[in-house]
């Protein structure tokens, strides 16, 4: 039985910030790296969030991968754009600084974008989004990934999973924020179904065959080796219109890497010629719109609010009870998160187990 345990916001932030010091990140760096990490799990999107603490960012650093001191040079700037490379550091590193830029390049000139290659694993896309959406401003990013979708009509893994995230300011208690992959799942995901000891749900993976693949430990396997691909968001074929999601793919993919001139598809397997592991060398964009530039923050939040208020109060379908806006999930999460605290499978907490261990960090662990 795959139990969970609830532990502090305050425990798993130390733990993590303590991880993260042991292997070399600096403290401020660290600090960022982990929130991160916990605003996933503060929204309830876990295949983002601690799961991901060990394998995605701890063992690439030992691994020697990812460097734990992200060293960002500017290759390029203009008042309102510039161009990062982040050196194979930590990707929330260099994405934190990066829509940071963007923001207040759009204070100054209305609106602000960097693009960023060279990067690492930047954890939840929404988190720079809503970097921008505190600000009274429009905040959108993208990143290219390991190469795992299939093209409409393929079979083969190509495109990362890239996500193409947009948060809106409004004047309710949340921002609308659509944050999500442009597959019909992720990795992540998987990951997650693996250590819960669950099927991955028939469709959202197809194989070489064509024929759609449930077993998501096998699956993991697969997608390494190109045995396996995601479907696009809308499905396999044109009859769902897969072809939409595999467009918006190909439109992340371009966005994260021509604007740079960095790394795409086939090139950011993390492995070279001969097997072995290698920087993923992945590229992000971020842009920031002043909504101030136009009609005010004022207005432009009280008209999306009104939006999405009449959104949610239409015709409800016979049997449901809610209908819900991009956003409201994940903030509703959080209002039942904050106070209990974070969830820990036993797959998850046994990597702490491990963490503490091998790093002698020597931390009293409630679990």
């Known amino acids: 039985m795959n139990k969970q345990t609830w532990v502090s916001w305050s425990f798993i932030e130390d733990f993590m910030v303590s991880a ?3 292997v070399g990140v600096p403290v401020r760096d660290a ?54 490379d982040a050196n194979d550091g930590m990707g929330m590193v260099a994405s934190h600084k990066a829509m940071k830029t963007a923001i207040k390049k759009a204070k100054k000139y209305g609106m602000g974008m ?3 290659k060279n990067s690492t694993h930047y954890g939840i896309a929404g988190y720079y989004a809503s970097m921008a959406t505190n600000e009274g401003m429009i905040g959108i990013t993208g990143t290219n990934a390991r190469p795992s979708i299939a093209p409409t009509f393929g079979v ?26 442009t597959s019909i799942t992720q990795r992540g995901k998987i990951e997650y179904f693996t250590k819960m000891g669950k099927d991955t749900p028939e469709g959202m993976v197809i194989g070489k065959d064509g024929k759609a693949k449930t077993d998501s430990e096998q699956i993991l396997k697969d997608l390494l080796n190109g045995d396996a691909a995601f479907a696009p ?4 074929g044109e009859e769902l219109a897969g072809y939409k999601g595999y467009g918006y793919a190909t439109v992340v993919e371009i966005l994260s890497s021509a604007l740079q001139a960095g790394s795409f598809l086939k090139m950011l397997t993390g492995f070279d010629d001969t097997c072995k592991k290698k920087p993923y060398h992945l590229g992000h964009f971020f842009i920031a719109v002043d909504t101030e530039a136009f009609m005010g923050r004022d207005t432009f939040e009280k008209t999306a609010g009104k939006i999405l208020k009449t959104l949610r109060q239409s ?22 998160r904050k106070d209990c605290g974070v969830p820990l499978n ?16 020597d931390k009293n662990l409630p679990f």
């Open 315 to 336: 015709q409800k379908a016979p049997g449901e009870n809610q209908i819900y806006t991009a956003g409201e999930k994940e903030y509703l999460a959080w209002l039942k």
């Open 20 to 22: 993260f010091k042991k």
């Open 114 to 116: 960097v693009a960023v």
């Open 31 to 84: 600090h960022i790296c982990a929130d991160v990490l916990m605003e996933s799990d503060r929204r309830g999107i876990e295949s983002h969030g601690v799961n991901r603490f060990k394998p995605i960012y701890i063992d690439r650093i030992q691994a020697g991968i990812q460097h734990p001191i992200t060293t960002i040079d500017v290759l390029k700037e203009t008042p309102t754009t510039a161009v990062f």
């Open 156 to 181: 083969e893994p190509m495109l990362g999973t890239n996500p193409l995230t947009i948060g809106l300011p409004t004047d309710e208690d949340f921002p609308f924020m659509l944050d999500c992959a």
């Open 233 to 236: 968001l809308g499905g396999i």
């Open 346 to 361: 036993e797959a998850c907490k046994n990597d702490l187990r491990e963490v503490n261990k091998t790093l002698k960090l």
